[in-house]
């Protein structure tokens, strides 16, 4: 696989400050990127973890405060999940957490919440009953808001982006675990192989876009599987026909590691080698010169739509969502919605 050695000035100065979980040390940073850098974590969805990184070489200088500000802010998200998640468990629901604890630690703005064989309606009652305040409910996803931690709680019935559904919840049953938060609590999560799936998933099919927070969360997942976890995660993927969307994630993040440290894991390269590569996306990411986030091209999107048009669950959807453009309501919303992803920067 032939890969280039160059990154854009922040991406490659990010990725060598913070590290990887495959190398044991961090590069040194010039005082003037600081703050410079830490807008380019924001904007990339991981402003603890580079602020860790900082702290961990003693250069955290005036970004101290706000290191302990969203280090407290962590805080109260891990409770929110608890808090969360002891509500659901007292009304005996069936459910996992997915895209919600990351394998570093990292804010976040929402926890997101799958249910199993419970009426949807209910679990809206029940955390509504809990306190929480209920935003607003379509009828695969509601969000729900945790005042005291100031967090948004997301209730989903089937992991869909509008009416479309690009994981079958039905097939990430199986994958749940038990997982223990930072607080000593043991939460029902799904393990590493379906999270890193749902993380990819969730970025391409309903975010459209590639950032470098989810480059981290891939790296620490694969940090830690062996070779029956990593068969186990291409099998899901074939499952859930999901082939072209993580062959995508997959090489972006070969592409950056290998700039940042002249290196691919050979878990990395082993996926690789069973998936194969989408060049056009690699391509489009060294023509932007490995800016990030990423936004992905309109085919690849596609692609990865069309392939699961071979899963039933994910067909009917499509037909769902397509006679629901009947109503110029719903249509005039899923325009603004396209157009907002088309422009924005990050999410």
């Known amino acids: 696989m032939k890969l280039v050695d160059s990154l854009s000035s922040l991406t490659y100065r990010i990725l060598r400050v913070i590290g990887s979980p495959f190398i044991n040390s961090n590069s040194k940073l010039d005082t003037k990127d600081v703050s410079k850098l830490y807008r380019y974590a924001i904007k990339n969805r991981m402003p603890l973890l580079y602020l860790k990184a900082l702290r961990k070489c003693g250069r955290l200088g005036s970004l101290e405060e706000e290191y302990s500000r969203l280090s407290n802010r962590y805080i109260k998200t891990v409770e929110a999940i608890s808090r969360a998640t002891r509500v659901l468990e007292r009304a005996g629901v069936d459910y996992t957490l997915f895209k919600s604890i990351r394998p570093y630690h990292e804010v976040t703005v929402d926890v997101d919440v799958l249910v199993f064989g419970t009426e949807y309606e209910e679990v809206i009652s029940t ?41 079958d919840k039905d097939k990430l049953r199986r994958f749940t675990v038990d997982r223990q938060l930072p607080n000593g609590e043991f939460v029902g999560s799904l393990d590493s192989s379906a999270d890193l799936l749902a993380v990819i998933a969730h970025s391409l099919v309903k975010e459209h876009m590639y950032v470098l927070s989810e480059y981290y969360s891939t790296l620490y997942y694969l940090a830690d599987m062996n070779s029956k976890a990593l068969d186990s995660f291409l099998s899901l993927v074939d499952e859930c026909r999901m082939r072209s969307a993580v062959k995508t994630h997959l090489g972006a993040t070969a592409l950056l590691h290998y700039g940042a440290h002249a290196f691919i894991p050979i878990c990395l390269m082993k996926l690789l080698g069973e998936l194969g590569l989408n060049h056009l996306e690699l391509s489009r990411v060294k023509e932007m010169s490995f800016r990030m986030p990423h936004k992905y ?10 392939e699961k048009l071979g899963e039933s669950k994910a067909k009917r959807s499509f037909a769902w969502q397509a006679s629901s453009m009947l109503n110029p309501k719903f249509t005039s919303f899923v325009v603004r919605e396209t157009l907002s992803r088309i422009f924005r920067e990050t999410y």
């Open 297 to 306: 091209h309109p085919l690849t999107i596609t692609r990865t739509l069309i």
């Open 127 to 167: 955390m509504s009953d809990a306190g929480y305040t209920l935003l607003g409910a379509g009828p695969t996803t509601a969000t729900l808001r945790d005042i005291e931690a100031g967090i948004n709680v997301d209730i989903y019935d089937e992991v869909a982006a509008s009416r479309v559904i690009y994981l």
